[in-house]
């Protein structure tokens, strides 16, 4: 029997999944607006192929969720800035029983369930500043995605895979639910390479490692991966913020097996790119950073860990982000 899935957000990774789950059989309906939401309605979700030569898939589109009833399955693929107000609209598709999987970046405002080493304030206010998101949402329908794929735009309504196809999804507490391995099976399903974590805050800590240096790093020096790495004084700055986190990471249970030398070693290998986040802040859109660095400035304080290289990135990072949102004001 297909499965009810309504995807929130029509970005790459929201694209993908509910182009994925559409071929193979589900009933997907995408949360859209503007010229992305006509395109889904006039032809479907489409997943560009090697050629170049998109195929596309039936999908219900619409901008307000309240009109689609409750799913079996939901899919938050946003960017971690909008996640707030987006949570806040997921009631309509919602019953107790069903799974919200939240695919995207960084460390999530739920990251601290589940931790026995978490401190007692588990509310990350720099990713929930009202303190209620697990009131609206509570963590044991939540299911934790950590994606190792990489996925562009092609176009409105249009994805294409560039590399990738890992999906690893857990649950906060920790459970092995019905919920979970049913997700898990639909997307393996569906293509991708989908696995039970049985720690999901490890697999983020860890995913967090690789980002939250270059993303930031990136923007604020317009500069691809391969410069930024191949530039001492910059790699050896990102090595330290990295090894700051690291020691923030083993305070609350995630302790890595990588050095961030090694870490560095393996994305340098994927040669030059340009990061999402510098994408961004090429086009002057918000920035993706509390996910990346501001949470782990907060958890950092929380624990009284000392961060001195992550608290200059973190303020870089956050002027930069500042500087672009009153720039776009004033266009």
């Known amino acids: 029997m297909a499965m009810k899935v309504c995807v929130y957000g029509a970005g790459a990774i929201g694209s993908l999944i509910a182009a994925r789950l559409s071929a193979a059989g589900e009933q997907v309906s995408m949360i859209a607006r503007g010229e992305t939401l006509s395109a889904l309605k006039t032809q479907g979700v489409g997943l560009a192929q090697v050629d170049g030569a998109p195929q596309f898939y039936p999908v219900t589109a619409v901008a307000d969720p309240g009109v689609l009833g409750v799913q079996d399955l939901v899919v938050v693929a946003t960017k971690q800035c909008s996640a707030n107000e987006v949570i806040r609209k997921l009631s309509p598709l919602l019953n107790e029983n069903t799974p919200v999987l939240l695919a995207m970046n960084g460390v999530p405002w739920w990251f601290l369930d589940g931790l026995e080493q978490a401190p007692d304030d588990r509310v990350l206010r720099c990713l929930d500043p009202d303190g209620d998101l697990r009131d609206i949402l509570p963590s044991q329908q939540v299911l934790g995605c950590v994606l190792h794929l990489s ?22 507490l920790k459970t092995m639910s019905s919920s979970l391995k ?17 720690d999901i805050h490890h697999d983020i800590w860890f995913k967090l490692l690789g980002n939250m240096t270059m993303n930031p790093v990136s923007a604020l020096t317009r500069s691809t991966t391969d410069r930024i790495l191949d530039d001492p004084l910059v790699s050896r700055f990102c090595c330290k913020v990295m090894t700051e986190a690291v020691q923030v990471g083993a305070a609350l249970g995630c302790h890595m097996e990588q050095t961030p030398e090694e870490r560095n070693a393996e994305t340098r290998k994927l040669g030059c790119f340009k990061t999402s986040m510098l994408q961004d802040a090429e086009a002057c859109r918000e920035l993706e950073y509390q996910a990346l660095v501001g949470v782990v400035h907060e958890l950092a304080l929380k624990l009284q860990i000392d961060t001195p290289n992550l608290e200059i990135l973190y303020g870089l990072i956050r002027l930069l982000d500042s500087n672009l949102c009153e720039h776009k004001k004033l266009k």
């Open 151 to 172: 996925a562009t735009m092609a176009g409105p309504g249009v994805v294409r895979l560039n590399g990738g196809n890992t999906l690893l999804i857990g649950s906060p």
């Open 182 to 198: 049913a997700t898990v099976e639909r997307l393996s399903y569906a293509g991708f390479e989908a696995r039970e974590s049985a």
